[in-house]
């Protein structure tokens, strides 16, 4: 009897124990799965609510010279319609002259006001270009230095190229000469010289050589291509940003326009003078080299211009390796983005042909990647995999990089439990330059072309004490490695371990004998059943290195300080 009494005392105690046990473990689940879907669900609420708002307007694929309207819900700042004169709190504005208005007045806004002109055909330098009211809050008048813009009305004038103000008053008693086309001339591209070396399509073109005296000391005309899909559509604001510094013309979206075709403005340039800034992730990268080779294989070789890049995507990976950052914060100025570009020095990028022969006897054509960072089969190629797969089904969830990470950390941990690439070493073949390569148990190989892999993990130069020469992506070498499954590329990524080192090789053929497994060259995914895959040396592209010292040692680009000295 009493020993029963035991028994069920101490069941009872022990269930008592396991009790807040489950229930704490139950909360820490509970809890982990609002801090993932919170902020999804904000970000999704949040867009679907400004979707309507903040969105391009069917005129901004209106002809050159036409206003670019977009629509804000709600200006941020004291705002005046240009048009009638009475304040707005919403409605569009032009990106390209900074105009706002009313809804009710966008018609008589067209007919009234004249947009920022990308060519005009006055025989002299571009003369000022004002327009009445909603001036930057911090501003000196250029003929008396005091304020403008301080009276609560739309008031005084702006100049929508050079972006000097004056006073009503004080605009007849600015000296006359021509516009100087804003803070950072030799970026722009004069109005004036685009008309004159405007041709027809049965003309030779211009010899551009006489035409330069039009423009700035030491020009070299920046062409931005944005990716409006980018960074939470942070490329939008950039793009106008862009367009108030330079000439409308120079500002392309991607979204509407091909890279090549963007890119034939710079035919019109003196050869070598152009550069390029593209907005967006290392897959918006890719595929304006993709359309720069177009241009190679053309005849186009003499005006291929240098690439800078502005991080928009998840990874930024080739921005990282070039100096770029690790990602727009939106803490940096576009003026001061643009004098990065100017002043950093121009360098080569090695391009990878990644050729895919389907089976081991195939009479179909093979299939051809370009590889700018990276090639990968196992792990790392699962997780892009399913966070490829998932994006596709609801785009809208995607729009932010922090949950991006996030989503990907939850798929490495579901594959920590599951292994679905376990065993690879069984299934491939791997040769480096033509030398058979014996591999121990592993889950993953990645080809490596640039130092940077995974959102920032220097993985060939790893932590270990033993030291390893830095991976270079212009010396025409691959770097091979091997990971042993998903915690260890988690590892790898918090400097806890080291990956397998499988050497450097000028080519590489990997051969899946048997299984279905999942690949990925730059981010793009795919599921492959039995195939040979060569990597080979393609092309070389020229790049833009960021100037020294101008990021930090976590990669963020370094703003201005605005002390004076």
């Known amino acids: 009897m009493g020993e029963?009494?035991?028994?069920?005392?101490?069941?009872?105690a022990t269930d008592a124990g396991s009790g807040p046990g489950l229930s704490g473990r139950l909360l820490l689940v509970l809890a982990t799965a609002a801090a993932v879907l919170l902020p999804v669900l904000a970000t999704w609420w949040c867009r679907a609510g400004a979707g309507a708002g903040a969105r391009w307007r069917a005129r901004a694929g209106a002809a050159p010279g036409a206003h670019h309207w977009l629509y804000s819900d709600l200006f941020g700042r004291p705002t005046y319609c240009s048009a009638c004169?009475?304040?707005?709190?919403?409605?569009?504005?032009?990106?390209?002259?900074?105009?706002?208005?009313?809804?009710?007045?966008?018609?008589?806004?067209?007919?009234?006001?004249?947009?920022?002109q990308p060519l005009t055909?006055?025989?002299?330098?571009?003369?000022?270009h004002w327009l009445r009211g909603n001036l930057p809050l911090c501003n000196r008048c250029a003929a008396c230095g005091l304020q403008c813009g301080s009276s609560p009305r739309l008031c005084d004038q702006r100049c929508v190229w050079c972006q000097q103000v004056a006073h009503d008053d004080c605009l007849a008693l600015l000296p006359p000469g021509a516009c100087p086309l804003g803070p950072l001339p030799r970026a722009v591209l004069p109005p004036n010289y685009l008309h004159s070396v405007r041709r027809g399509p049965r003309e030779p073109p211009a010899d551009t050589a006489q035409y330069t005296h039009m423009c700035a000391e030491s020009w070299s005309p920046v062409l931005v291509l944005g990716n409006s899909r980018s960074g939470s559509?942070?490329?939008?604001?950039?793009?106008?940003?862009?367009?108030?510094?330079?000439?409308?013309?120079?500002?392309?979206?991607?979204?509407?326009?091909?890279?090549?075709?963007?890119?034939q403005l710079c035919t019109v340039l003196p050869p070598g003078s152009a550069r390029v800034l593209v907005c967006g992730g290392d897959g918006t990268v890719g595929w304006v080299l993709d359309a720069i080779d177009e241009m190679k294989y053309k005849g186009q070789e003499a005006y291929v211009p240098a690439v800078a890049i502005l991080p928009l995507g998840t990874g930024n990976d080739l921005s990282r390796t070039l100096g770029w950052g690790a990602g727009y914060a939106g803490d940096t100025l576009a003026l001061h983005f643009l004098q990065l570009v100017l002043d950093g020095q121009a360098q080569t990028l090695d391009?990878?042909?990644?050729?895919?022969?389907?089976?081991?006897?195939?009479?179909?054509?093979?299939?051809?990647?370009?590889?700018?960072?990276?090639?990968?089969?196992?792990p790392d190629a699962l997780?892009?995999?399913?966070?490829?797969?998932r994006r596709q089904q609801s785009p809208?969830?995607?729009?932010?990089?922090?949950?991006?990470?996030?989503?990907?950390?939850f798929y490495g941990t579901r594959d920590c439990l599951v292994q679905t690439c376990r065993d690879l070493d069984q299934k491939i073949e791997l040769e480096m330059d033509g030398e058979r390569v014996?591999?121990?148990?592993?889950?993953?190989?990645?080809v490596l072309n640039i130092a940077y892999w995974g959102g920032g993990c220097r993985l060939w130069e790893g932590t270990g004490s033993q030291t390893y020469p830095p991976a270079s992506h212009q010396d025409g070498l691959l770097e091979v490695v091997g990971v042993y499954g998903s915690f260890h590329c988690a590892q790898i990524h918090v400097g806890l371990a080291d990956p397998l080192r499988l050497g450097q090789a000028h080519t590489v053929r990997l051969t899946l004998k048997s299984s279905v497994m999942p690949m990925q060259v730059d981010g793009e995914p795919w599921d492959q059943g039995p195939c040979t895959l060569l990597i080979s040396h393609k092309t070389r592209a020229l790049m833009i290195q960021a100037p020294p010292g101008s990021s930090d040692q976590e990669g963020s680009l370094l703003t201005p300080s605005t002390e004076g000295p």
């Open 396 to 409: 809208g969830l995607f729009s932010s990089r922090l949950l991006n990470k996030a989503m990907y950390f």
């Open 383 to 389: 997780m892009a995999l399913n966070f490829h797969a």
């Open 233 to 263: 559509n942070m490329a939008q604001s950039l793009m106008g940003e862009f367009c108030t510094i330079l000439n409308p013309v120079q500002v392309v979206d991607l979204d509407s326009v091909t890279p090549f075709k963007a890119l």
């Open 351 to 378: 391009r990878w042909r990644v050729r895919l022969n389907k089976g081991f006897y195939t009479f179909h054509r093979p299939k051809v990647y370009t590889m700018n960072n990276y090639f990968s089969i196992g």
């Open 4 to 12: 029963a009494a035991t028994d069920t005392a101490t069941a009872t």
């Open 438 to 446: 014996s591999l121990p148990k592993l889950e993953g190989v990645i």
């Open 85 to 116: 004169g009475l304040a707005a709190l919403l409605g569009p504005y032009c990106r390209s002259c900074g105009a706002c208005v009313h809804s009710a007045c966008l018609a008589a806004a067209d007919r009234q006001l004249r947009c920022k």
């Open 121 to 128: 055909d006055a025989p002299g330098p571009a003369p000022h």
